[in-house]
């Protein structure tokens, strides 16, 4: 447990948002220096959270609560309080949040040209929304951010979005709503079921009936399984990706997702251990059918977005697989799968965005020999494949693994998700055959490639990939702790 | 001690490649030329540290360093140089370094070169990185690099022209199509492969679950988990998902077909990837865990089904590939089956070591023949890329008469040849030679009946293709193809350049002097390797004496006689010919089609796993997600609009006047969108944030 002398958190989710309302005021002639001021306020963030980051990691308090402010009353008779902290599986989704916002609004420069002012101010909010769900402690604070973040999010869609931008934005809102609802119907019988009665996360960890415990996990599941998302909750996601403009992809596949992953570490293995500990089969089938459905469903796309978002379908089955697995292997693997994935992902949607922009089209079976005619997009999209593909050359590779060294611990019958990553390989590697390899004479389409600065952003994205592959404790040494935590729960649930 | 080395040797062997490789790109900005001697000459450092750990070998010991990699699951990285490592990367240095160089005149000229050498550069340190491992997930990583380089590498003419495909354009079997691009072929690889990957994983995961470490010395130390394997009845499982990974890296029975296909790379590249070593991984990994099962378990018996697994696959193997090397129209294919088959003989052999009474001699003649075949192979493919190169022509029956003209290559290739053959005195006779032998060791009758019956018939064939290979390049009548080419660029087909002939021409001298010091080699292996197994690994090692066993060497003439007299019949004496013979034998012809069309095994995979799995996975998304998920849709509107109606206070923005039009999703879109055009989502998001922040001032004000 770690305090400082200043609220870093609360730092972490305000300075965004007070950022975001200032913007109308300062933009208001000109909008120059929009992407220069969104960014500072971005890297600002980026630096804090790396510190928060480093000290979790140095002290190896990922266990425990960290940097805990709070709990102040807001509204006393109904136990809803300020109360944020910052744990091991708080910190990483943190720093992913920070990185991913920052090269966000760098790559937005180029892809994105109207209404800037508002653009970037609903940036800014989701940020700082965002932090506020990594890191209440309260379930209401929770709700309210967790709700929060769908505001800029909708907009996005529906502002910036393709041409069916009307119909995803509206069933991206309602999925996600209607998911949170059952949440919140969650929270509040929680809230009634302890004495004396509290919203806050410390005070009802343990004390949950188990008969209770097991209503939550299905109301729950509903909730978190809308965002994750599982099989059969997950068709807003492709519509959402396909009309979303590339860099809100980025934070929708990146940042949003996690927020389901997150829920089921915190909520449902962190309070409802000893119902996680009898159903976990329930929740690991769901995830392993998202797994497949997910991979089996890509495999026939033409679109490269939806083909990518179907990816996400099936790499975030990983999360609640390894989340369910009850062993420090499966969490820890899930917490690091998170992070993995939001910058695979990232990756993979930004290039999407650039794809879309230089050869005017999305179709897989239309875009042909893009090595010859944009070599560095194409190179960036191999490495970007690969990330992916979860090949050992970045650290996705670990994540996914160590998800299913905790799933065969279990149950060695599920080392048949192993077949899972072929499948992947198989529908990226038809991508890369049609898309970057073959002659170029053949496709009418004439491409430009990416300008130097363009391309640094993009190489940033595989930074973290491969130095958390080569000192995998740079995650590890957060997230165990926490694993360690959470293991524990669950096997005092068993007994 | 005189075989101290240093500790960082072993680490450089596969760092100085993997790193040289990623510095390819801005070597190569300073020049062409500098770039090509950079790449051969990392190549050849990485050979030379190879070289100077051989007295290491030499003495049967082992050199083994450790590192902290991942602290917080407890998992070291780390080096094992022992005799089976240090043999393997003087083998693959070496090699490696002489196809390098035949490379400079091979792809003179070509464009994408800093790729080229990157991917080669990259694919020996991987290989050099598999070699040193001292565990499973360090292994796996050497094992998808060299996968990769072998997929970039295959499809490195990626602009798929006709010209570059592999296989008769136009030919079909079943419906599916027989020939393919470059990419097509690098994709099918690094697919099939991967399935092998994944069995891999499963295995090493499960022992990882079972013994908690990855680590090979630990392993064999401990047998805990072993017994607790056993208990569970996975210890059979498991070692076989383990051998699934190199049945996929070897091209074993029953992913092989992905071998003849990666044909379709520069021949370069089948040269040192898919001949000499990148294919050898499987047979290494085999040669590597195969002792540690046998001192984990307290009875052998509980593992030997697992050796006759690996020996059974081996020698089915071994036999399907040699049929088809005797009916393929590419040279580069008849040399690929070859492969194949002789991969599958090593498999062979290892598989043998685990069902007989001594371990030693199985596992010596399973070493002993992937040296003696990485030498030949890699001449004969290089010869063989001579050959193309030269008469434009990747076609058996568009060659011939080339003996002349091609004089050196001609020698080369005939001893390279001659030794895959088998003929009395070459490092192939003796090698396969010291298998047969090891095969009469089975203690059970029917698998010794059975596994030295396929493996002598497989021999007859080797040496029939082998004949009848060199007939058809180097004997005969000159093509018409080739009387053409002459005609039209006006000079007569000569010997390739220096640079490519002097590396096969070396390494044919070479498989002349290891033929002539068989037994020595033999000897030195048998008590460096089983030095090393006996007190490294704790093995119970009998001393294994060099003989010659009469029933061996008598079977190994007699095939000789047989399938090379035949070959010799056919194809250089032109006694009989063969497409008569074909044609007047009843049911040769449709044998012939059974060979040619890869005994249909291609076609079915195409059929049920990949039209099969595009059809499921169609299906799924036509009736599952839009047929019924996309429909169930509207129940989530719905579902709203109850809720809001009931409670009646929640937001506007998402039912507003929807209620009266229950149902309707599209009205209820449009709608509500038409509100976020009106301009006022400015002034919303601002007051928004405003009111966020307020509040924050009054909690902490």
């Not at chain 2, 190549?43 to 991942?70: D, K, N, R």
């Not at chain 2, 192979?377 to 080339?402: C, D, P, R, V, W």
Request: glycine share 8%; charged share 10%; with cysteine.
């Amino acid at each position: 447990m770690i305090e400082l002398s200043f609220p870093i958190i609360s730092v972490l989710i305000a300075l965004p948002i007070l950022g975001a309302s200032l913007m109308p005021l300062i933009f208001k002639t000109s909008q120059k220096y929009i992407v220069i001021y969104a960014a500072i306020i971005s890297f600002i963030e980026l630096l804090l959270s790396f510190y928060a980051y480093r000290l979790i990691l140095v002290n190896g308090t990922g266990g425990s609560y960290n940097f805990i402010e709070g709990p102040i009353s807001i509204i006393r008779h109904f136990g809803i309080d300020y109360y944020v902290a910052m744990d091991g599986l708080s910190a990483p989704l943190v720093i992913i949040t920070s990185m991913l916002s920052l090269l966000v609004v760098i790559g937005s420069r180029d892809l994105i040209s109207d209404r800037k002012v508002l653009y970037y101010s609903l940036l800014l909010l989701f940020q700082g929304a965002i932090m506020g769900v990594f890191t209440s402690l309260n379930m209401i604070l929770f709700y309210v951010f967790w709700d929060v973040v769908l505001i800029p999010m909708f907009l996005f869609i529906g502002i910036w979005g393709g041409p069916r931008r009307k119909y995803a934005a509206i069933k991206f809102f309602l999925f996600t709503f209607v998911g949170s609802i059952f949440m919140l119907f969650a929270f509040i019988l929680i809230y009634f079921s302890v004495a004396p009665n509290s919203f806050n996360i410390t005070d009802v960890a343990g004390r949950i009936p188990l008969g209770l415990q097991i209503i939550s996990s299905v109301l729950f599941l509903i909730g978190f399984g809308v965002k994750l998302p599982i099989v059969p909750f997950h068709t807003w996601l492709p519509d959402a990706h396909v009309e979303a403009p590339a860099p809100i992809s980025v934070l929708l596949a990146g940042l949003l997702l996690k927020m389901g992953g997150y829920g089921f570490l915190r909520f449902n293995i962190g309070l409802l251990p000893e119902a996680s500990a009898q159903y976990a089969w329930v929740f690991i089938l769901i995830g392993v059918i998202t797994m497949f459905y997910g991979a089996f469903v890509a495999l026939v796309q033409t679109d490269i977005k939806k083909m990518i978002a179907l990816t996400s379908v099936n790499h975030m089955g990983f999360v609640i697989l390894g989340a369910f697995t009850g062993t420090v292997f499966g969490i820890s693997g899930a917490i690091f799968q998170m992070f993995t994935h939001a910058a695979a992902v990232g990756l993979m949607f930004m290039l999407s965005g650039y794809l879309h922009k230089v050869s005017g089209t999305r179709d897989i079976t239309v875009i042909k020999g893009l090595k010859f005619t944009s070599p560095r997009l194409a190179s960036l999209l191999v490495f970007g494949s690969m990330a992916a593909m979860a090949l050992p050359i970045f650290s996705s590779f670990l994540s996914e693994y160590m998800v299913i060294v905790g799933a065969i611990a279990v149950n060695p019958i599920y080392a048949v998700i192993v077949a899972i990553p072929v499948i992947t390989v198989a529908y990226f590697l038809w991508m890369l055959k049609r898309v970057v390899m073959s002659d170029p004479t053949t496709s009418r389409i004439r491409h430009h490639d990416l300008g130097n600065f363009s391309t640094l952003t993009l190489v940033l994205y595989l930074i973290p990939l491969v130095l958390t592959l080569v000192v995998p404790w740079l995650i590890l040494g957060v997230s165990n702790p926490i694993a360690e935590v959470y293991v524990n729960l669950i096997s005092s649930g068993v007994a | 001690m005189s075989t101290e080395i240093n500790y960082l040797i072993p680490w450089l062997v596969f760092a100085i490649p993997i790193l040289g490789a990623l510095l390819m790109p801005i070597v190569a900005r300073i020049g062409e030329k500098i770039r090509d001697y950079y790449a051969i000459f990392i190549t050849l450092i990485s050979a030379i540290l190879c070289a100077s750990m051989l007295p290491i070998a030499l003495a049967g010991e082992t050199f083994h360093h450790q590192v902290m990699w991942i602290s917080a699951l407890d998992i070291t990285a780390g080096v094992l140089a022992d005799p089976l490592s240090i043999l393997m990367s003087n083998i693959v240095g070496w090699l490696s370094f002489s196809i390098m160089v035949y490379s400079m005149g091979y792809m003179k000229g070509e464009n994408n070169m800093t790729r080229y050498w990157f991917l080669m550069v990259f694919f020996i340190g991987s290989m050099q990185l598999i070699i040193f491992s001292d565990n499973f997930l360090q292994l796996f990583f050497g094992w998808e690099g060299v996968g990769l380089c072998s997929y970039g590498l295959i499809s490195f003419w990626n602009k798929d022209h006709k010209k570059d495909y592999v296989g008769t354009v136009g030919k079909k079997a079943w419906g599916i199509p027989l020939a393919y691009s470059p990419t097509h072929a690098g994709s099918k690889a690094f697919l099939m492969t991967r399935v092998g990957d994944a069995s891999f994983l499963i295995g090493i995961l499960t022992l990882f679950y079972f013994s908690g470490t990855f680590d090979f010395m630990e392993l064999s130390k401990s047998h805990t988990w072993a017994v607790e394997l056993a208990k569970s009845g996975l210890l059979i499982p498991v070692a076989l998902f383990i051998f699934g990974g190199a049945i996929g890296k070897s091209a074993q029975f029953p992913l092989q077909e992905w071998l003849p296909d990666a044909m379709a790379g520069p021949t370069s590249v089948s040269a040192l990837i898919h001949a000499a070593t990148m294919v050898k991984a499987g047979v290494f990994l085999i040669a590597r865990i195969g002792p540690i099962f046998v001192t984990a378990v307290e009875n052998i018996s509980l593992i030997m089904p697992f050796f006759e697994f690996v020996a059974w696959i081996g020698a089915i193997t071994a036999f399907l590939a040699a049929s088809q090397a005797m009916v393929s129209n590419e040279l580069k294919k008849v040399l690929a089956y070859s492969t194949v088959s002789q991969i599958g003989f090593m498999m062979l052999a290892f598989g043998v070591a685990g069902l007989t009474s001594n371990f030693i001699v199985g596992y010596v003649a399973g070493f002993f023949h992937l040296t003696s075949h990485a030498i030949f192979k890699a001449s004969l493919f290089m010869g063989a890329g001579a050959i193309i190169h030269q008469t434009h022509t990747k076609y058996l029956n568009e060659m011939g008469g080339l003996r002349k003209q091609m004089r050196l290559t001609f020698i080369a290739m005939t001893i390279g040849a001659a030794s895959l053959a088998g003929i009395p005195l070459l490092s192939g006779f003796w090698s396969k030679d010291a298998i047969l032998a090891s095969i009469l060791g089975v203690e059970s009758s029917f698998t010794l009946i059975a596994l030295y019956g396929l493996a002598s018939i497989t021999a007859i064939m080797t040496a029939f293709y082998s004949f009848r290979m060199i007939g058809m390049i180097f004997f005969g009548k000159k093509s018409r193809h080739l009387s053409k080419l002459e005609k039209s660029s006006g000079k007569h087909i000569h010997e390739a350049p220096v640079l490519m002939y002097a590396p096969y021409v070396i390494l044919a001298i070479l498989t002349l002097a290891l033929g002539f010091t068989g037994p020595i080699y033999e000897g030195f292996l048998a008590n460096s390797l089983g030095h090393h197994l006996e007190y490294a690994v704790g093995m119970e090692i009998h001393e294994h004496v060099f003989s010659i066993n009469l029933i061996a060497v008598s079977t190994s003439i007699l095939a000789v006689l047989v399938g090379c007299g035949s070959g010799y019949l056919f194809y250089i004496n032109g006694k009989l010919n063969p497409i008569e013979t074909v044609k007047n034998i009843p049911g040769l012809l449709t044998l012939q089609k059974f060979f040619v069309n890869r005994w249909y095994i291609n076609s079915l995979y195409y059929i049920v796993f990949i039209n099969g799995s595009l059809k499921l996975s169609q299906l799924i998304h036509k009736h599952v997600e839009v047929g019924i998920l996309d429909k169930l849709n509207t129940v989530v509107p719905k579902f709203s609009i109850i809720l809001s109606t009931l409670g009646g206070k929640f937001d506007k923005y998402i039912v507003d006047g929807t209620a009266t039009r229950i149902a309707n999703f599209n009205i209820l879109i449009s709608r509500n969108v038409r509100k976020i055009q009106t301009g006022i989502t400015e002034q919303y998001v601002f007051f928004f944030a405003l009111g966020i922040i307020l509040l924050t001032l009054l909690l902490f004000g």
